[in-house]
């Protein structure tokens, strides 16, 4: 009796087993690895009702053994197909895996190339914006007690002054490049209107900037990654666009910042060009692409660029 009881439970068991195997089909995209494995469930809790069969009706016993000994081919044949198919998927998890560590060697060069290009930057903006102000310091401090004339003395101060506001002003802005405060404390609308503004002081080239983001915040990484995007477009575009105009749309939609880039310069083939400007596109494209987003940049010679990039928020 307790084995019978025993076998009744395990084909519940099985039963349970089963549903539980088909009810997963949706969660694994109808697998056909997943399928095949689960209908070898079912058939094996169908194996075991035949197997059950005779304790209720005795006279059937033959026939259910013949019938059981096809569901065991039956079984035995799905099975082997459904590894077969799952072997398939451990082969491709593999080159799932190369590919990501591939990825990432490439990103953490990007990473390393974009920081090498940053320090050589900023040690340029050291040694030719500050350098020659501290040695006009220098200069104005060792010729302060030379002279006793109030009237010179008095014109070297006020020009020692203005050289000192000059550097202090110029360490705000290698400071702002680095890391820039107003990104930190208000956010990415207000720091890239601050970068804008800084650009304003440009003769004959003007930026237009659009959003709809208002005070809204997101993670560090998103607004540091978006505002360096921007910052090195607007570089790239003065220091190779020759543009007169440059226009900014920056819009959040469904979780997503969408921006779109355009300026009016002579344009260049994308195709001919490896990198564009000082980070370079593999630089942004993996610096975007480390927030689950990307890059596109189209240009035409005598028909300005346009680049659209979006990352998830």
Known sequence: MLSIISEYVSLALQVAAAIIAISLFKRTKFNVSWILISSGFLLMTLSRVFELWPTIEP????????????????????????????????????????????????????????????????????????????????????????????????????????????????????????????????????????????????????????????????????????????????????KHAAASKVTIDLQLEDHVLYLEYTDNGVGFDVSSVGHYGGMGMDNMRYRLQSGNGDIEIFSEHGKGMRANAYIRV
Request: glycine share 4%.
């Open 59 to 238: 006279e059937s016993e033959e026939q259910m053994v013949v019938i059981q000994r096809w569901l065991d081919f039956v079984i035995s044949l799905v099975l082997l197909i459904g590894v077969f198919y799952i072997r398939k998927i451990f082969l491709f998890m593999r080159r799932l895996d190369q590919i990501r560590r591939e990825t990432e060697k490439r990103v953490l060069s990007a990473v390393i190339r974009t920081e090498e290009q940053e320090r050589q930057r900023f040690a340029k903006e050291l040694h030719d914006g500050l350098g020659p102000l501290l040695s006009v310091i220098k200069m104005l401090v060792s010729g302060l007690g030379e002279k006793e004339d109030a009237e010179v003395n008095a014109k070297i101060k006020q020009n020692l002054r203005q050289a000192v506001d000059e550097a202090i002003a110029n360490v705000r802005n290698v400071s702002a490049n680095i890391s820039p405060h107003i990104l930190n404390n208000f956010g990415l609308k207000d720091s890239i209107e601050a970068f804008i503004k800084r650009m304003g002081q440009m003769e004959n080239f003007n930026i237009y900037f659009t959003t709809n983001l208002g005070n809204q915040r997101f993670s560090y990484n998103v607004e540091v990654i978006m505002y360096r995007v921007i910052c090195e477009l607007i570089n790239n575009t003065l």
